[in-house]
């Protein structure tokens, strides 16, 4: 059984900086894309960054120049490093990724989601 674990979420102030980590686990062949996405209350989810099997990023206009996504592929694992935070970056923070579990099939797994709070 494939899951996505993920860490890092927390309160922060105004400007301060987390880092989200997302770790896929149980049998995992190979992953695809992988990326962020967040939901603040009211809002629909939308995505924040992601990157590509071959390391492409892209990133959400709102969060360009103050976030990073980087990816370990030998542990399975995608970062999001978030500097300069604002309160409306406020928000439950989801990892997604596109998922080999089995061979020559693939499907998205959605992690459970870490609350990212900054105050102001």
């Known amino acids: 059984q494939v899951q996505l674990v993920e860490s890092g979420g927390g309160l922060v102030q105004a400007g301060g900086s987390l880092r989200l980590s997302c770790e896929a686990s149980?049998?995992?062949?190979?992953?695809?894309?992988m990326g962020w996405y967040r939901q603040a209350p009211g809002k629909q989810r939308e995505l924040v960054a992601a990157t590509t099997r071959g390391g492409s990023t892209n990133y959400a206009d709102s969060v360009k120049g103050r976030f990073t996504i980087s990816r370990d592929y030998a542990k399975n694992t995608v970062y999001l490093q978030m500097n300069s935070l604002k309160p409306e970056d406020t928000a439950v923070y989801y990892c997604?990724?596109?998922?080999?579990?089995?061979?020559?099939?693939?499907?998205?797994?959605w992690g459970q989601g870490t609350q990212v709070t900054v105050s102001s």
């Open positions: 149980g049998i995992v062949f190979s992953i695809n894309d």
């Open positions: 997604n990724a596109e998922i080999q579990f089995r061979p020559g099939l693939f499907r998205d797994y």
